[in-house]
């Protein structure tokens, strides 16, 4: 197999992922967290980078989609991590500590706190939350976009 088609393959998939996220938040009421949207910006990227590599046939493109996709697979697994509490998340959009803080400071950090938490899983499918099977997801696509690299090399 060429590597056109591989291209095509991963830039569409990152195309179905992003889509996928917009039906959730607009069709499913879901609305992102920050870490659901740092998770898309890189599937923007891989789907400028295949449109580029489709139109180029620069043989370094492959391997920059692969990295697009790594990058969403891996804000994917530390958001996972946030959700299950194995890790903290950025404090905008995790809940913090209130020991030790005043009624003036607890207010503010009520006031100031964002509507959507990274912390707590929105839905999930068989155990696995958004951020799990995008993690999945993007690790496949990343794959792929290795597939069409080597393909091109031969």
Partial sequence: ??????ILI??????ALLLGALAFQYLG???????????????VAAMVIGALALALSIGILPLLGAAAALASA???????????????GPTSCSSGAIEGLSTDQLMDQIMTAPLV??????WQMAGLSMASWN???SIALA??????????RT
Avoid: F, N
Wanted: proline residues 7%; charged residues 20%; hydrophobic residues 45%.
């Fill in 143 to 152: 794959v792929i976009w290795l597939m069409a690299w080597r393909a091109g």
């Fill in 117 to 122: 938490r990274c912390d707590e899983i929105a």
């Fill in 1 to 6: 197999m060429t590597s056109k088609p591989l």
């Fill in 135 to 137: 993690a999945i997801a």
């Fill in 10 to 15: 991963a830039a569409t998939g990152s195309a």
């Fill in 29 to 43: 009421d879901l609305p992102p967290c920050k870490l659901c949207y740092w998770q898309r910006y890189p599937h």
């Fill in 74 to 88: 891996g804000v994917g697994i530390y958001h996972t991590g946030v959700e299950r509490g194995w890790w903290e």
